[in-house]
């Protein structure tokens, strides 16, 4: 007999919990951000409820300053996949010019992505959202569920979860909460870019190096992907051979130096590589335990 | 830094294609902060090389500042959590960990040993393979080593690792270790004898015996820890085990597909299969597994996947696919462990909502036989079960589920106790084992079933149920009704207290209890009956209500009609038939039914006959009237 190599393990376990939470909650949406892990978690998707298409909506937060490629991306893997796709953008947060060049990175993020994230949900009455978000990021994931339940006003309780026995995932629920869940927990990076290898998962050029215009911007090397970058930074432009380890809003995401043009190369340098993934956001290193901070409040 | 840095530089697609074949294991951690788990945590990520530079740069930054270890790292603070934990300096929930090796990718479930954390313990142990129960060299076999086993065990693994750590603060002295062991495997034969040990001495703070052995134990031959981590053996007892597959999904993308989702958690599957739906026991044959990439010739324990079948029976949701030649047993009554986990304590006789793989019931569980006192392994009595206790006790459930003993399979044995109110989840269940002898015989599908058998018959089965007093009447109606039903072309028969008690109920007296239990098995064989499609005429005294009321619930809606022949007792003694109310009198029978026990006249009889007006024919013919008002015949 066969054994299961552990990314069999992983994959069963990622279908297991999708078909629960379908059957179990009223009205899901997978949240899907054009990344990496949301590629593997739309594959998975898929996987599991084949020959169905996936009873559930795609859904993205749009910043308006997500990297041109990452909106062709999704839009033609939706159409591809043949799931409804949902765009979501904070309507006043456009009406009052909000963007990270004019307002700075957390206001930005907090205003077009986690109260845009909040909005859509209330908007679309969904119950259960599935993230991409994976234990290993970083430490105080380490202890969130596999089913993570927020309150009506979308907060996390660290220290009132319930608790995950076998995999036999408690759903229920009281009118206005919903539950975030994540079927890649139990994944590391490393194992998320072995089974985009083995599966063949299409994901965007953005993660290969090529030569791309970039500037220097609050000691980040980021990408010129439109006109939107003042003009004084613009003045600075040059071409360098970078790509992205992560993708998000361009001016928040920083480029890394490389000519890592396959799969194989990628993942080698990321073995290779000295730093830790999220170190590429801006986002986390203003203070330590400050993802624990920002998931109490909303973000994913 | 990495072990492998020369063949990724040189080499990565042959790398990639070795990790590709990786096994998963997942083991719990046990042990206190005394015992160093999260130095030998730490030491495991740190010396499989699973930390970055940057992580490695904060860990030293932090370890001046906070740790404990002086100008050396704190490998402790490696595997800290929340902040708030940070700050009290002890881990309060279960956190997951991750590192791999060239052999495996581990998850390690790091939970606190102290008692107040025994849910969290349970919560980690419920998906490990393995135990590594930690042990401080200088203190030995402790109370709470006990309890770490005995939770742990109780959840399932079989296979532990008797960690005996700061080795050098005794020297590495051999003696201390083979004491510590044999203390361990006396304890050890008390859990049970399917239990595997592997003593292994430690010292994560210096790194002996982590990864490699160390010239400090050298008269130790056994493996290094990450080398028994490596090698033992995953998932093998599973793969022989018969098919089992609870049904999460109905796949129906279009009327020419009809496939079931499930992940498969023993056995395996392969088309041409016989296989079982439980609960119904419909019985049918695999045509295909599916998945995404191309259909499987077999589909393995642990395997998510898609099953069609070659016959359109009956399945859905919660129900469990399994090997046609040994299907689970399916029951609604089972005697069970519990492990309680939340501070509102056990309501004995509340309903609760279980989930079981897939499935979702409603169930009661009765007072507890007795609870473990998991510091001791006593047993000793209680009426509840507190936040943390462990307790057997029996439950029944609202409707029959296919289950295993959970010894025999985590899967279809192991259930979550969820509050209705609350919604939270309150505590774990294991089951044991069924508590009927009759629930071992598995269900058959009855395609004859009880529709069936009355249409044949031309009629719905209904349970007249006659009482009264002794002389009111019963028998000498019920057989008039039975000679009227027989003429219109009825089926029926009469069960009759006389009759049945020469027989099948010979064996009982008339006191309170045996009166109960005459009751209770005349219900019985009038369901059966009424089952068959018969309209059954029951003709007992039956001077309880709640045995009345047992017997009507024990029926389905509007089948059971309680007929009262109201008859005043000194009618009735006067009639004296067979000269028992003088008997009665004269002291000769104890316990007779308005001499000397009571009679509760029924509150909500169907039908109220007045013997003292009406002639036999006239009392028959009222009840036929009301049958055929009703609609019954």
Known sequence: ???????????????????????????????????????????????????????????????????????????????????????????????????????GSSFHTDVMKTQALKQSLDIHKFDAAFGGARRDEEKSRAKERIFSFRTAEHRWDPKNQRPEIWNVYNARKRQGESIRVFPLSNWTELDIWQYIR??????????????????????????????????????????ESVRFRTLGCYPLTGAVASTAKTLDEIIQETLLNTSSERQGRVIDSDQSASMEKKKQEGYF | MRLNDDLIATDIAAYLEGHEQKSLLRFITCGSVDDGKSTLIGRLLYDSKMIYEDQLASLEADSKKVGTQGQDIDFALLVDGLAAEREQGITIDVAYRFFSTEKRKFIVADTPGHEQYTRNMATGASTADVAILLIDARRGILTQTRRHAFITYSLGIRRMVLAINKMDL??????????????????????????????IPL????????????GNTAWFEGPSLMEYLETVPVDD??????????????????????????????????????????????????????????????????????????????????????????????SDQFQIRV???????????????????????????????????????????????????????????????????????????????????????????????????????????????????????????VVLWFTGLSGSGKSTIANELQKMLFAKGRHTMVLDGDNVRHGLNRDLG???????????????????????????????????????????????????????????????????VKGLYKKARAGEIKNFTGIDSPYEVPKNAEVIIDTTRNTVEEGASEILAWLESKGVI
């Not at chain 2, 009809?258 to 299969?273: A, H, L, M, T």
């Not at chain 2, 109960?516 to 003709?539: C, F, P, Y």
């Open chain 1, 1 to 103: 007999m066969s054994s299961l190599t552990h990314l069999d393990r992983l994959e069963a376990e990622a279908i297991h919990i999708m078909r629960e939470v379908v059957t179990e909650t009223e009205h899901p949406v997978m949240l899907y951000s054009v990344g990496k892990d949301s590629s593997v978690m739309l594959h998975l998707a898929q996987k599991a409820f084949y020959p169905s298409v996936p009873p559930f909506p795609l859904m993205h937060v749009d910043t308006t300053y997500k990297f041109r490629e990452m909106i062709e991306f999704r839009n033609r893997r939706a159409e591809e996949v043949g799931m409804e796709l949902i765009v979501h953008i904070n309507q006043q947060g456009v009406e009052d010019g909000v963007g990270p060049f004019s307002h």
């Open chain 1, 198 to 239: 083995r599966e063949n998962i299409e994901i965007p050029t953005l993660y290969f190096a090529d030569e791309r215009p970039v500037v220097d911007w609050n000691g980040v090397t980021i990408m010129v992907d439109d006109d939107r970058v003042p003009e004084d930074l613009r003045a600075t432009v040059r071409t």
């Open chain 2, 170 to 199: 005794v020297d590495y002295d051999k003696a201390v270790f083979d004491e510590i062991v044999a203390d361990f495997y006396a304890f050890a034969d008390e859990l049970g004898p399917d239990l595997e040990i592997e003593p």
């Open chain 2, 203 to 214: 010292s994560a703070l210096k790194g002996d015996n982590i990864t490699a052995p160390q």
């Open chain 2, 237 to 330: 007892m599973r793969h022989d085990s018969p098919f089992r597959m609870p049904v999460q999904w109905v796949n129906r993308p279009n009327l020419d597909f009809r496939g079931f989702s499930g992940q498969i958690v023993n056995g395996s599957v392969k088309p041409g299969d016989r296989i079982k739906v439980l609960p119904s026991g419909k019985e049918s044959q695999v045509e295909r597994v599916v998945t995404m990439t191309g259909d499987l010739e077999e589909g393995v324990a642990g395997q998510s996947v898609t099953v069609t079948l070659t016959d359109e029976i009956d399945c859905s949701r919660g129900d469990v696919i399994a090997s046609a030649e040994s299907p689970p047993e399916v």
């Open chain 2, 339 to 461: 492990l309680w986990m939340s501070d509102d304590a056990l309501l004995p006789g509340r309903k609760y909502i279980m989930k079981i793989g897939a499935k979702t019931a409603r169930v009661t569980i009765n007072a507890p036989k007795y609870a473990v006192n998991i510091n001791t392994l006593t047993d000793e009595p209680a009426r509840t079960l507190e936040l943390n206790e462990f307790g057997v006790c029996t439950m029944a459930l609202d409707e029959p589920i296919a289950f295993d003993p959970y010894t025999e399979c985590r899967e279809m044995g192991g259930f979550v106790i969820i509050d209705r109110i609350t919604n939270n989840t309150v505590g774990l269940g294991l089951v044991d084992f069924a508590l009927r002898r009759a629930s071992n015989i598995h269900w058959q599908a009855l395609e004859v079933d009880k529709n069936a058998l009355a249409e044949q018959k031309g009629q719905k089965p």
């Open chain 2, 510 to 576: 008339f006191t309170d209890a045996d009166r109960v239990e005459n009751i209770r098995r005349v219900s019985h064989v009038a369901k059966l009956m009424a089952d068959a499609g018969l309209i059954v005429l029951v003709s007992f005294i039956s001077p309880f209500r709640s045995e009345r009321q047992m017997a009507r619930n024990m029926m389905d809606e509007g089948e059971f009609v309680e007929i009262f022949m109201d008859t005043p007792l000194a009618v009735a003694e006067d009639r004296d």
